[in-house]
């Protein structure tokens, strides 16, 4: 903290922060305003606060130090830098007032000339400043060369409204860009799911959900830059028999855990909740070593705590939750129910469409574990057995028809910490029927 020389604001706040303030806050020289109210601090409030020169506001109440000196918190020593705050305030302000006395100025100039200007810098930057990213290290030019500006050779996949290339940049570092079709930039519903998808991933991050680098959104150019996958999607591993086989059982029990990790964090970790309303094993991409991360938030909403959360039945058919269909309402248990499905077929190694249905059947008490999981790959062995049971187990209570009955994430997820339980019944003796009456 002490090597933040040029930090003027800090507010610490109400975050349960324990010990002793550090010594080390009288070194930053430039501190304007210092808040660590409302925390559990202790010991003695450091006398090299006194020498924070242009310091004008300080609250260290509601903490628990043992024989702070008073006189921190007097005005007079707070305010002891305020004629020195004076000399840099003055000339700045006259210097503001002159800023925007040129640039309203230049702003009326550069109104006349607006269209030839913004011809001339779209011809020779081609929407350059249109692009944005985290590392500031990509740059429009450098996707175009990167992918001949976006020659056929270079596509990995093609969805409803885009393509997927793969580019390697300058850097050496690649890069998966989904690309809106040409014919669909007029699209509104298109466009603005583009727009969404760049807002929920940037003001979210977790190691289970695919990074965006940044995107171009323009009238005439569309794209996203996201972390490359090299596996692809977990639709595409399941329905290859090499690559599913390579996917044994500890890799499926992990890519799901993976999945029920982002869910738990979007659902119970962001306020409001994100909800993604589309999981799929298409929207779930496996790296190189068959982790997992949810992408795809194009339909992701923000869950209003305040408003009914009505919204037209978007998703995939086949993971939809069939309450949406007469409710039209979205809630996390809608995710929870795609989730399950999910789940199911990563075990199953296919849609578990006609397992659903029979779980309303009486059949369902003959149906055996062993006979549903994916034939291509052994039978698993004593702890995959216990992980695969839970997650059927955990799969099925997802899928239950009542909203209210289904799990939610955060408790799908403590019962995945828990997983090390031994199996009661062997694994070749357990039914599906004896799994749905499971508690989870």
Known sequence: MGALASLTYLDLSYNHISGAIPTE??????????????????????????????????????NNFTNGDTELLWPKEIHKGSNSL????????????????????????FKKNKKSISETREAKNRDLLSIWNYDGKIAYEDIIDATEDFDIKYCIGTGAYGSVYRAQLPSGKIVALKKLHRREYGNTSF??????EVKMLSEIRHRNIVKLYGFCLHHQCMFLIYEYMERGSLFYV???????????????????????NALFYMHHGCAPPIIHRDITSGNVLLNSNMDAFLSDFGTARIIDPDASNQTLLVGTYGYIAPELAYTLVVTEKCDVYSFGVMTLETIM????????????????????????VDPRIPLPSRKDARDVTLLVAIALACLNPSPQSRPSMKLVFQRLLSSNLPLVIPFNNITIHHLVNQDV
């Open 25 to 62: 806050i009288g070194f930053l020289d430039n501190i304007v305003y210092l808040d660590l109210s409302n925390n559990n601090l202790s010991g003695i409030i450091p006398s090299s606060i006194k020498d924070l020169q242009y310091l004008t506001y300080l609250n260290l109440s509601c």
């Open 86 to 109: 004076l000399k840099i305030i003055i000339p700045l302000t006259i210097f503001l007032v002159i800023t925007c006395v040129v640039g309203f100025i230049l702003f009326k100039s």
């Open 191 to 196: 466009a603005r799911s583009f727009h969404n």
């Open 238 to 260: 399941l329905n290859n028999d090499d690559d599913a086989k390579e996917l044994d059982w500890s890799k499926r029990v992990n890519a799901i855990k993976g999945i029920a």
């Open 349 to 372: 190694g296919r849609h578990p469409g006609d397992l659903i249905l029979s779980l309303s059947k009486t059949c369902s008490e003959s149906i055996w574990l062993k006979d549903v």
